[in-house]
């Protein structure tokens, strides 16, 4: 490749930064924060050489430094927590600020004054935390640790904290990272207009994400998180990665007296309302408990760990069972008696007899375990060189008799994953200007998915190719049971990503730098097998043992995926005055296309209409992205110069890393992966009998593939209106370009007509590709209120409208393919996350009783939230025409019900129909209807939480909770019907989350906390 001037030097430069960042000694100590100001005389002036140290309460750790020629100061990489800051000069007083806090990924500002006077004379101010941001363009919030502790979490789920920050929208019912899963929460949020899939999550600043799908590994103990800042508009140069939300999260680490806890959550349906379609509650039991202390680490009476060594260390455990309501048509006993196929008769004891009328009512058992342990031990080893290191192990198994389509006792999956993270930390003081922080670690995640019913079809006279124990395949009769299976289990993967990172800080007059580089190595090993799927088109053909369709693929398909990504960055805030800050950073990122250990990527070619192996006639699969480079600007103004108004606005470029989900696909095409298939009137019997390899329908990925990015702005002014309160309005934007998508690139030209399809031999070709784009506009509203008079508080109002071409919302790229490949821009539309208002409040209020023990100590948290509905994608189902059943409805007449929506008809189904079919007005192929065309039912939430501390010795204390989710049980429903001539179109038949998971039903969990 040969590169322009500019690129050549951009290059140089790149190459020069990493060879300074490798050569330094690198430190880090746990996600640290910073403390930077400017010493002044009483008339403004700078004092130059004064020294600014900062003592940490809880460690008894110290850091110092000195004063520029300008006055400023920086301590930077300092570990979170509480500080008493010290200025002295010579020939001035000495100024000691107490309770200057310090946050994980936040630059704290302190500017200091100091009188004419002697050192000995001394003034204590108390500090408090600042209300507005005046020294970055980053846009966020930090929730601090009593926030995480305190605030009713239904679950506990540390991602849920990501719905505080302003720009944040309730996820959609449809959501694939998003929505909740089955005791773990969510493993993403939806922000700022990104898609869910973007956002990065950093623990001790290294990578938390998963980046087969970039969700995060797994949710952290919320008793082992200190705090933690997200930033969701224009953060700088230091984070590259992913174009969404900065999750910073800082662990919890131990101080030089010993503390702990012991806690235990109960909930059980006992206490629960029912859920708004249950005809009765459902069984559900939820014990969350655990522990963890943390305190110096005692080497012996010479090495009492005190203001040098700590540790901290945490166990929790979840046990869930949860009854999920089970209501199928089954055999009624005259069925029964009449089968007399062999096959048949064997299977019927694995569908029960019917208890209400024709149809089997009952409940499957969906039990969650999860394990989780954790240690972090930090060392001072001497003024200059500290170091930190974090190790998590999450131990998880959960079974799920549903999810995969059976709705029959006894079958569905269960899921069993290890997972582990590791993050070292090394901070090295070079100077009073310069500071290296140095951060390694590994994430990995080992995770199984296996049939519940692990039997041997070859007993059951089943001839499909299998002759293990490995699963029934998976029968479905149309309208009525299914069971077996399920179809593409057993499978698991095993991910690990490694990451190196260097970060030097360096003040010189007034500009702030930060150098750096990064690199990351991730490991990806799939493993696939499959129980295969047999399809019966009715009941009476089940009953004759008549099978309509048959699909397996033979074998484990196996793939070991490699890609790694490097970055580096150069970032500078550059005081310009006491009261105007400029921010310029640029970033670099090379992503590699990834790779196949063994070489099985198949990939398909249009240009010779042909697959084609990696090593044998193709080499990369698709060019390799090094040129993303990403600049970031901004500023912030104190226009009035007194600390109580801020101006900020910002813009940055962020690329994204691909996923290996774009590229595993390309694993199991021909010839590392061959399906076989048959149609007509089968046997169990005979099943590989007339069976083949069907027409390929292979996934492919362009070979043009670009990196997406999404440039982001804003312009927001702050201001203090009293000590302790501030608010924020401000309008922001982003463009997304080059997205990710899926279409299908033989696609009939004809609709209908295969035969003209343009690529002859091949059925559906699945092809990832980066047309898409995206806009994002809103106004955001905030309000902060810190500590006081015992309440604290935030608030946000959006008022947004996220437009794209595919939201990526679904775990299967069929259900998201384009209606018409060859007019991809008329999917453009608002997004499935899109909701135009959305209202969040959450607080700690705490009374203030003062008598004795019974009085005292009386705490109300609670989360409100109000938001309006996501988008309604009406479509129609018939594949025949284009080969995926995702072409949308003509619209023949006013959506709108006179009435109002109800939860029977949410809109008015007639003004909708199928193209082509009789009487339907309009396109016969491809219908009118826009993309996200209606809008469903909105949300509105509200949790509390009611809190007793007791105080039973100086440092023993009982913490009573009791905590009550949607507490006035409003129903939250989940989006109507969208398939035009179904029976349920326009109905809505669940709530947005299941029973268990916000909004469902009014739940109540009971607790209780020993704190020493």
Same mark, same amino acid.
């Given at each position: 490749m040969i590169l322009s001037r500019p690129a050549r030097g951009l290059f140089v430069f790149a190459i020069a930064l990493l060879a300074f960042s490798l050569l330094s000694v690198s430190v880090r100590a746990q996600s640290a924060g910073s403390i930077a100001g400017l010493v002044t005389d009483a008339q403004g002036g700078a004092i130059v050489g004064a020294k !600014?140290?900062?003592?940490?309460?809880?460690?008894?750790?110290?850091? +110092?430094?000195v004063t520029e020629s300008t006055g400023q100061f920086l301590l930077a990489a300092m570990p979170i927590g509480n500080y008493r800051v010290t200025a002295q000069a010579q020939g001035f007083q000495t100024k000691v600020a107490?309770? $200057?806090?310090?946050?994980?990924a936040v630059t704290t500002d302190l500017d200091v004054t100091l009188a004419v006077g002697q050192v000995s004379q001394t003034v204590n101010v108390e500090a408090s935390a600042p209300v507005i941001e005046s020294t970055t363009m980053e846009v966020g919030q930090t929730i601090t640790q009593r926030t995480v502790q305190e605030i009713p979490l239904n679950g506990r789920h540390f991602v849920d904290l990501g719905l505080l920050l302003p720009g944040s929208v309730v996820q959609p019912q449809s959501g694939f990272l998003t929505a909740p899963l089955r005791g773990q929460g969510a493993f993403a949020f939806d922000t700022a207009g990104n898609r869910e899939d973007t956002v990065n999550f950093l623990i001790n600043g290294v990578n938390l994400n998963d980046m087969v799908q970039n969700q995060i590994t797994f949710q952290p103990s919320i008793n082992t998180v200190a705090e933690f800042s997200a930033t969701n508009s224009t953060f700088s140069a230091e984070y590259g990665r992913? +174009?969404?939300?900065?999750v910073n999260i800082g662990t919890r680490s131990g101080t030089n007296h010993y503390h702990g806890e012991g806690f235990d959550f109960l909930r059980n349906d006992y206490l629960d309302a029912r859920n708004f379609f249950d005809k009765t509650i459902p069984p559900f039991k939820r014990n969350n408990f655990g522990f963890n202390i943390g305190g110096p680490i005692w080497l012996g009476p010479s090495h009492p760990g005190k203001d040098r060594s700590f540790f901290f260390f945490s166990y929790e455990g979840l046990r869930q069972r949860q009854g999920l309501t089970i209501n199928t048509p089954v055999l009624t006993s005259a069925q029964r008696a009449s089968v007399t196929n062999p096959v048949i008769q064997q299977l019927l004891q694995f569908i029960p007899p019917p208890n209400v009328g024709t149809?089997?009512?009952?409940?499957?058992?969906?039990p969650v375990n999860i394990d989780q342990w954790t240690v972090d031990i930090s060392h001072r080893i001497s003024d200059k060189d500290s170091l930190h290191g974090y190790y998590a192990f999450q131990r998880d198994l959960r079974q799920e008799p549903t999810l995969q389509g059976n709705n029959l006792p006894g079958f569905g999956d269960t899921r069993q994953s290890h997972r582990q993270v590791f993050t070292f930390n090394e901070t090295h003081i070079f100077s009073d200007r310069a500071v290296n922080e140095f951060r390694m670690g590994y994430n990995r995640i080992h995770i199984l998915f296996s049939p519940n019913a692990q039997l041997n079809p070859a007993n059951f006279g089943i001839s499909d190719g299998v002759s293990s124990n490995l699963g029934l395949p998976q029968i479905g009769v149309s309208g009525a049971f299914n069971f077996g299976g399920p179809a593409g289990f057993p499978q698991g993967r095993t991910d690990t990503g490694f990451l190196w990172g260097d970060t030097f800080n360096y003040l010189i007059g007034k500009h702030s730098l930060k150098l750096g580089t990064e690199l990351r190595i991730f490991h990806n090993n799939n493993l696939n097998n499959d129980t295969g799927q047999v399809i019966f088109s009715s009941i009476p053909n089940f009953l004759n043992g008549v099978a309509n369709q048959f699909n397996i693929t033979l074998g484990a398909v196996q793939s070991q995926i490699r890609t790694k990504s490097f970055g580096l960055f150069v970032q500078d805030n550059y005081k310009f005055s006491s009261n105007l800050t400029f921010e310029l950073g640029l970033r670099w990122d090379m992503n590699t296309t990834p790779t196949e250990a063994n070489g099985?990527?198949?990939?398909?070619?249009?240009?010779?209409?042909?697959? !084609?192996?990696?090593?044998?006639? @193709?080499?990369?699969?698709? #060019? +390799?992205?090094?040129?993303?480079?990403?600049?970031? !600007?901004?500023?912030?103004?104190? &226009?009035?110069?007194?600390g109580k108004t801020s101006v900020r606005g910002g813009y940055g470029l962020y690329y994204d890393q691909p996923v290996t989900n774009s590229v595993i696909g390309l694993t199991t095409n021909p010839p590392f992966a061959n399906p076989l298939s048959a149609a007509g009137s089968l046997s169990l019997s005979s099943l590989l009998t007339g069976s083949g390899a069907p027409a390929v329908s292979p996934n492919a990925i362009n070979s043009n593939f670009r990196n997406a990015y999404v440039q982001s702005w804003n312009l927001n002014v702050q201001r203090e209106l009293l000590k302790s309160f501030s608010m924020q309005v401000g309008y922001f934007g982003s463009k997304g370009t080059h997205l990710r998508m899926f279409h299908n690139i033989n696609q009939p030209v004809v609709p209908g007509n295969n035969a003209t399809r343009p690529f002859a031999g091949f059925s559906n070709i699945v092809q990832v590709d980066s047309p898409s784009n995206s806009t994002y506009n809103a106004l955001w509203v905030s309000a902060t209120k810190r500590v006081s008079s015992g309440l604290q508080f935030s608030a946000s109002y959006s008022w947004s409208h996220s437009i794209d071409w595919i939201s990526l919302s679904s775990p299967s790229a069929t259900t998201m393919m384009a209606q018409d490949s060859y007019n991809l821009r008329n999917e453009r539309g608002s997004s499935d996350f899109d909701a135009r208002h959305h209202f969040n409040i959450s607080y700690i209020y705490d009374f203030p009783?003062? %008598?004795?023990?019974?009085?005292?100590?009386?705490?109300?948290?609670?989360?409100?939230?109000?938001? +309006?509905?996501?988008?309604?994608?009406?479509? $129609?189902?018939? #594949?025949? @025409?284009t080969g995926f059943a995702t072409r949308r409805a003509n619209v023949v007449g006013d959506p709108a019900l006179a009435a109002g929506p109800t939860r029977e008809a949410w809109f008015n189904t007639a003004a909708?129909? %199928?193209?082509?079919?009789?009487?339907?007005?309009? &396109?016969? $192929?491809?219908?009118?209807?826009?993309?996200?065309? !209606?809008?469903?039912?909105g949300f509105a939430n509200f949790d509390w939480s009611l809190i007793k501390t007791t105080t039973v010795k100086e440092n023993f204390k009982v913490q009573l909770r009791a905590e009550f989710f949607d507490i006035f049980n409003h129903a939250n429903f989940g989006q109507p019907g969208r398939v035009v001539g179904t029976s349920t179109f326009g109905q809505i038949i669940n709530t947005r989350f299941g029973t268990g998971d916000s909004g469902s039903s009014r739940q109540i969990q009971l607790a209780i906390k020993l704190m020493f």
């Amino acid at each position: 490749m040969i590169l322009s001037r500019p690129a050549r030097g951009l290059f140089v430069f790149a190459i020069a930064l990493l060879a300074f960042s490798l050569l330094s000694v690198s430190v880090r100590a746990q996600s640290a924060g910073s403390i930077a100001g400017l010493v002044t005389d009483a008339q403004g002036g700078a004092i130059v050489g004064a020294k !600014v140290t900062a003592h940490n309460n809880a460690t008894g750790i110290e850091r +110092s430094t000195v004063t520029e020629s300008t006055g400023q100061f920086l301590l930077a990489a300092m570990p979170i927590g509480n500080y008493r800051v010290t200025a002295q000069a010579q020939g001035f007083q000495t100024k000691v600020a107490d309770n $200057v806090i310090v946050q994980v990924a936040v630059t704290t500002d302190l500017d200091v004054t100091l009188a004419v006077g002697q050192v000995s004379q001394t003034v204590n101010v108390e500090a408090s935390a600042p209300v507005i941001e005046s020294t970055t363009m980053e846009v966020g919030q930090t929730i601090t640790q009593r926030t995480v502790q305190e605030i009713p979490l239904n679950g506990r789920h540390f991602v849920d904290l990501g719905l505080l920050l302003p720009g944040s929208v309730v996820q959609p019912q449809s959501g694939f990272l998003t929505a909740p899963l089955r005791g773990q929460g969510a493993f993403a949020f939806d922000t700022a207009g990104n898609r869910e899939d973007t956002v990065n999550f950093l623990i001790n600043g290294v990578n938390l994400n998963d980046m087969v799908q970039n969700q995060i590994t797994f949710q952290p103990s919320i008793n082992t998180v200190a705090e933690f800042s997200a930033t969701n508009s224009t953060f700088s140069a230091e984070y590259g990665r992913n +174009s969404g939300a900065i999750v910073n999260i800082g662990t919890r680490s131990g101080t030089n007296h010993y503390h702990g806890e012991g806690f235990d959550f109960l909930r059980n349906d006992y206490l629960d309302a029912r859920n708004f379609f249950d005809k009765t509650i459902p069984p559900f039991k939820r014990n969350n408990f655990g522990f963890n202390i943390g305190g110096p680490i005692w080497l012996g009476p010479s090495h009492p760990g005190k203001d040098r060594s700590f540790f901290f260390f945490s166990y929790e455990g979840l046990r869930q069972r949860q009854g999920l309501t089970i209501n199928t048509p089954v055999l009624t006993s005259a069925q029964r008696a009449s089968v007399t196929n062999p096959v048949i008769q064997q299977l019927l004891q694995f569908i029960p007899p019917p208890n209400v009328g024709t149809n089997f009512v009952g409940a499957a058992t969906a039990p969650v375990n999860i394990d989780q342990w954790t240690v972090d031990i930090s060392h001072r080893i001497s003024d200059k060189d500290s170091l930190h290191g974090y190790y998590a192990f999450q131990r998880d198994l959960r079974q799920e008799p549903t999810l995969q389509g059976n709705n029959l006792p006894g079958f569905g999956d269960t899921r069993q994953s290890h997972r582990q993270v590791f993050t070292f930390n090394e901070t090295h003081i070079f100077s009073d200007r310069a500071v290296n922080e140095f951060r390694m670690g590994y994430n990995r995640i080992h995770i199984l998915f296996s049939p519940n019913a692990q039997l041997n079809p070859a007993n059951f006279g089943i001839s499909d190719g299998v002759s293990s124990n490995l699963g029934l395949p998976q029968i479905g009769v149309s309208g009525a049971f299914n069971f077996g299976g399920p179809a593409g289990f057993p499978q698991g993967r095993t991910d690990t990503g490694f990451l190196w990172g260097d970060t030097f800080n360096y003040l010189i007059g007034k500009h702030s730098l930060k150098l750096g580089t990064e690199l990351r190595i991730f490991h990806n090993n799939n493993l696939n097998n499959d129980t295969g799927q047999v399809i019966f088109s009715s009941i009476p053909n089940f009953l004759n043992g008549v099978a309509n369709q048959f699909n397996i693929t033979l074998g484990a398909v196996q793939s070991q995926i490699r890609t790694k990504s490097f970055g580096l960055f150069v970032q500078d805030n550059y005081k310009f005055s006491s009261n105007l800050t400029f921010e310029l950073g640029l970033r670099w990122d090379m992503n590699t296309t990834p790779t196949e250990a063994n070489g099985r990527f198949s990939n398909f070619v249009p240009s010779s209409g042909t697959l !084609v192996t990696v090593g044998q006639g @193709l080499g990369q699969i698709y #060019a +390799s992205n090094n040129m993303n480079f990403g600049p970031r !600007v901004g500023f912030a103004w104190d &226009p009035f110069g007194s600390g109580k108004t801020s101006v900020r606005g910002g813009y940055g470029l962020y690329y994204d890393q691909p996923v290996t989900n774009s590229v595993i696909g390309l694993t199991t095409n021909p010839p590392f992966a061959n399906p076989l298939s048959a149609a007509g009137s089968l046997s169990l019997s005979s099943l590989l009998t007339g069976s083949g390899a069907p027409a390929v329908s292979p996934n492919a990925i362009n070979s043009n593939f670009r990196n997406a990015y999404v440039q982001s702005w804003n312009l927001n002014v702050q201001r203090e209106l009293l000590k302790s309160f501030s608010m924020q309005v401000g309008y922001f934007g982003s463009k997304g370009t080059h997205l990710r998508m899926f279409h299908n690139i033989n696609q009939p030209v004809v609709p209908g007509n295969n035969a003209t399809r343009p690529f002859a031999g091949f059925s559906n070709i699945v092809q990832v590709d980066s047309p898409s784009n995206s806009t994002y506009n809103a106004l955001w509203v905030s309000a902060t209120k810190r500590v006081s008079s015992g309440l604290q508080f935030s608030a946000s109002y959006s008022w947004s409208h996220s437009i794209d071409w595919i939201s990526l919302s679904s775990p299967s790229a069929t259900t998201m393919m384009a209606q018409d490949s060859y007019n991809l821009r008329n999917e453009r539309g608002s997004s499935d996350f899109d909701a135009r208002h959305h209202f969040n409040i959450s607080y700690i209020y705490d009374f203030p009783f003062k %008598a004795n023990r019974l009085v005292e100590g009386w705490e109300l948290a609670g989360i409100t939230t109000f938001q +309006s509905g996501n988008p309604v994608d009406i479509i $129609v189902t018939n #594949a025949a @025409l284009t080969g995926f059943a995702t072409r949308r409805a003509n619209v023949v007449g006013d959506p709108a019900l006179a009435a109002g929506p109800t939860r029977e008809a949410w809109f008015n189904t007639a003004a909708f129909c %199928a193209p082509g079919a009789a009487g339907c007005v309009g &396109p016969t $192929v491809f219908g009118n209807a826009g993309r996200n065309f !209606v809008t469903g039912p909105g949300f509105a939430n509200f949790d509390w939480s009611l809190i007793k501390t007791t105080t039973v010795k100086e440092n023993f204390k009982v913490q009573l909770r009791a905590e009550f989710f949607d507490i006035f049980n409003h129903a939250n429903f989940g989006q109507p019907g969208r398939v035009v001539g179904t029976s349920t179109f326009g109905q809505i038949i669940n709530t947005r989350f299941g029973t268990g998971d916000s909004g469902s039903s009014r739940q109540i969990q009971l607790a209780i906390k020993l704190m020493f």
